[in-house]
């Protein structure tokens, strides 16, 4: 994950999204991340990293 957000940034991407399950162990890792819940109104499980 760490080379997927390091290309993204080198591209220019302003950001990426991913979407977690309720109750899955993979939201921490993500959360450690930097990846951070979406606003209400997205589908449920969006998170996102911004720089």
């Known amino acids: 994950m760490l080379d997927v957000i390091q290309i993204a940034r080198q591209r220019g991407y302003p950001g990426l999204s ?10 921490e890792l993500y959360c450690s991340l930097g990846f951070v819940v979406a606003d209400p109104g997205t589908l449920p499980g969006t998170m996102i990293l911004t720089w």
């Open 18 to 27: 991913l979407s977690v399950e309720a109750g899955n162990g993979a939201r």
